[in-house]
């Protein structure tokens, strides 16, 4: 992979070469980006980092991210450039290969909703800064900020709201359950929960604005869901 830094004042790029991987999981490139450059007078400026997704291997998602954790270019098989403006300040940057992200959506009010993969940082001010409450349910309702992946949660929002999270792949997920009712999250994929011993579940409800039944799980959302007995719940999108 290269990237190429353009100035507005300049003919030519400048460019680093970065050697594509192999497949160990996962990789991190960092980047440090002066758009001013070394032209003066140190005004407002604008840099393009560009790349050849012909030089990615086949195995990891490429993305890239701010060094705060924003995700600004989510796929970059399909977005080949980004833009970087600012004064004569340095923008540092995280080139990314490895599991995809994931977008949450989260609607004004409350929404009931899970991790679809194991985050880089399970802090509820960083996955959802513009969150206002979280809760957990273990026997009674438990505000928290700290959201793991299988979990389900209540989280509260004063505005439609989109975040994208990075982390690793979570394909399957098994929890022992007491009987009765508890508030469970679901894996990276759409799933038909089971148990062991089997047929220990007597209902599940997702809510979208208003409580519904089904059987199936999907990756982001939380349910509600009742075991006859005790009994070993599994998730498995393996």
């Given at each position: 992979?290269?990237?190429?830094?353009?100035?507005?004042?300049n003919?030519?790029p400048?460019?680093?070469?970065?050697?594509?991987?192999?497949?160990?999981y996962?990789?991190?490139?960092?980047l440090?980006?002066?758009?001013?450059?070394?032209i003066?007078?140190?005004?407002?400026?604008?840099?393009?980092?560009?790349?050849?997704?012909?030089?990615?291997?086949n195995?990891?998602?490429?993305?890239?991210r701010?060094?705060?954790?924003?995700?600004?270019?989510?796929?970059m098989?399909?977005?080949?450039?980004?833009?970087?403006?600012?004064d004569?300040s340095?923008?540092?940057f995280?080139?990314?290969?490895?599991?995809?992200?994931?977008?949450?959506n989260?609607?004004?009010g409350?929404?009931?909703?899970?991790?679809?993969?194991?985050?880089?940082?399970?802090?509820?001010?960083?996955?959802?800064?513009?969150?206002?409450?979280?809760?957990?349910?273990?026997?009674?309702?438990?505000?928290?900020?700290?959201?793991?992946?299988?979990?389900?949660?209540?989280?509260?929002?004063?505005?439609?709201?989109?975040?994208?999270?990075?982390?690793q792949?979570?394909?399957?997920?098994?929890?022992?359950?007491?009987?009765?009712?508890?508030?469970?999250?679901?894996?990276?994929d759409t799933?038909?929960?089971?148990?062991n011993?089997e047929?220990?579940?007597?209902?599940?409800?997702?809510?979208?604005?208003?409580?519904?039944?089904?059987?199936?799980?999907?990756?982001?959302?939380?349910y509600?869901i009742?075991?006859?007995?005790?009994?070993?719940?599994?998730?498995?999108?393996?």
């Open positions: 992979m290269k990237t190429e830094l353009y100035s507005i004042e003919d030519g400048y460019a680093t070469f970065i050697q594509k991987n192999g497949e160990n996962r990789f991190q490139w960092q440090s980006v002066n758009p001013h450059g070394n003066m007078p140190p005004t407002i400026r604008t840099a393009v980092l560009s790349w050849d997704p012909s030089s990615f291997n195995i990891h998602a490429y993305f890239l701010k060094q705060t954790g924003e995700v600004v270019v989510k796929n098989r399909e977005t080949k450039t980004y833009k970087v403006t600012g004569d340095e923008q540092k995280i080139i990314e290969a490895g599991y995809p992200p994931e977008d949450i989260l609607n004004s409350w929404d009931m909703i899970s991790l679809p993969i194991i985050p880089d940082t399970t802090d509820l001010a960083s996955l959802f800064p513009e969150a206002v409450i979280a809760y957990a349910f273990d026997q009674s309702y438990q505000e928290t900020t700290q959201l793991k992946p299988g979990k389900g949660y209540w989280i509260k929002t004063t505005s439609n709201l989109t975040y994208t999270i990075t982390g792949a979570f394909d399957y997920y098994s929890i022992n359950l007491s009987q009765g009712w508890h508030l469970i999250g679901c894996v990276n799933v038909i929960p089971r148990t011993p047929n220990q579940i007597s209902v599940i409800y997702g809510f979208d604005n208003f409580y519904y039944i089904t059987n199936r799980l999907e990756k982001g959302k939380a509600w009742k075991v006859k007995e005790s009994c070993e719940l599994i998730l498995d999108a393996r």
